[in-house]
């Protein structure tokens, strides 16, 4: 990254230009602070500063957990103990022998939320994944001590006998690990981040569509945004059918009659939806975006998303053709599984709500006579995080 000639930066960081950064790096904010890019597309904060007459790079955290006002606020925290002639690390971390174990710290994740997950199988399943396969490597281990090759222990037994088991546990590892991070026990990235790069690759799941793990979603979209191989209009239509958890057919034949934007509401038509219903998707602020970039781009198209005519919509294979060109091995139906992966990871939305949001047939001919309505406003703000989950890279 270029810098100015005579001058340091100084807050030369938004939001939106962390979010628009693809290209691995170094990025400057000012006073030492820096943005790093690592080649696997994660961001994360260090800090460049002297400590008792040392040059000292201090990690502060990924982005994903510590955003651009926190880093800024926890690096003037450490500047000024450097400054007083302390040591940032040991004055303002907590000390290691503080931290707990990860068992200590799964079953105190899992007291703290199980509360909030309506179902109770997956309350049950959440930690005894990690007791069965997690705990004999990791259980004694304080959380400030467990490393990547540490996780690479975990997963290497069951990642191709039992693949999905194994992409659960690296996802609650993580959780915990996230956890540990917020409270003060470890610092920088996550571990669990880059452990697939030491492991063989998974093979695909016959009979269901290819979808990448949630944990690697909000990095896809970064790339997505900024990828020039593709016109704006595909990648505006690939982000907004992420967003809405939406099937392909529905994205790319929508309409502009079928949008309120006052009302933040697009309703599909029961003809283009798999089970012939009538189907209102809230939309979320960044969808509401998306809607006004399309509009610019092609005034005259009936169609949100349009191709080279504007009379027509894109073919179904545009975003299989995109997806080759970015070189992901996973498909845009295989979205609505990373969506519903990551709704049951976060405790805070019940099973009828994300299968709603999905527009899944109610199997259940009780659990369907009992069921009013179709819960837009707990809908609203489902997809509201679910596109903030997707903005953190």
């Not at 002639?85 to 907590?94: F, S």
């Not at 799964?106 to 909030?116: G, L």
């Not at 006052?262 to 798999?274: C, D, S």
């Not at 091995?329 to 990551?342: E, I, L, N, P, Q």
């Amino acid at each position: 990254m270029s810098k100015s000639k005579g001058l340091h930066p100084d807050k030369a960081l938004t939001a939106l230009k962390i979010r628009q950064i693809s290209k691995p790096g170094r990025y400057a904010d000012g006073n030492g602070l820096y943005l790093i890019v690592d080649p696997s597309g994660a961001k994360r904060w260090v800090l460049r500063t002297m400590v008792q007459g040392r040059r000292r790079d201090i990690g502060l955290g990924g982005l994903s957990i510590v955003s651009l006002a926190e880093a800024r606020e926890t690096a003037r925290q450490y500047r000024r103990v450097a400054r007083d002639g302390g040591d940032p690390i040991a004055e303002l971390r907590k000390k290691p022998e503080d931290a707990p174990t990860f068992s200590e710290a799964a079953e105190r994740v899992f007291k703290d939320h199980k509360a909030s997950w309506d179902n109770p199988k997956h309350q049950q399943q959440w930690i005894t994944t990690l007791r069965t396969y997690a705990f004999p490597v990791l259980g004694e281990m304080r959380v400030d001590q467990i490393q990547t090759p540490d996780v690479l222990r975990v997963l290497s037994p069951i990642w191709l006998s039992k693949a999905e088991t194994a992409r659960r546990v690296r996802q609650r590892i993580g959780t915990v690990l996230d956890w540990a991070g917020s409270a003060g026990y470890r610092h920088g990235e996550n571990p669990t981040s880059g452990v697939t790069k030491g492991l063989p690759k998974q093979q695909k799941n016959k009979g269901h569509h290819a979808a990448l793990p949630y944990a690697e979603v909000p990095a896809f979209v970064s790339r997505l945004r900024s990828s020039t191989n593709d016109g704006q209009a595909a990648r505006l239509a690939f982000e907004f059918l992420i967003l809405t958890a939406s099937r392909t057919s529905e994205v790319l034949k929508a309409r502009w009659t079928e949008i309120d934007l006052e009302g933040a509401i697009w309703t599909v038509p029961a003809v283009r939806m798999k089970a012939k219903r009538i189907h209102r998707v809230p939309l979320s602020t960044r969808c509401l975006e998306i809607l006004k970039e399309a509009r610019k781009l092609d005034v005259a198209s009936p169609y949100l998303f349009s191709g080279t005519a504007s009379d027509r919509p894109f073919s179904n294979a545009v975003f299989l053709a995109m997806l080759k060109r970015m070189e992901v091995t996973c498909t845009a139906h295989g979205f609505r599984s990373s969506f519903r992966d990551w709704a049951a990871e976060t405790p805070s939305y019940p099973r009828d709500v994300v299968e709603m949001a999905l527009a899944h047939t109610i199997t259940d001919k009780t659990e369907a006579a009992y069921r009013r309505g179709d819960m837009l406003d707990r809908r609203r703000t489902l997809m509201q995080d679910w596109s903030k989950f997707t903005d953190s890279s």
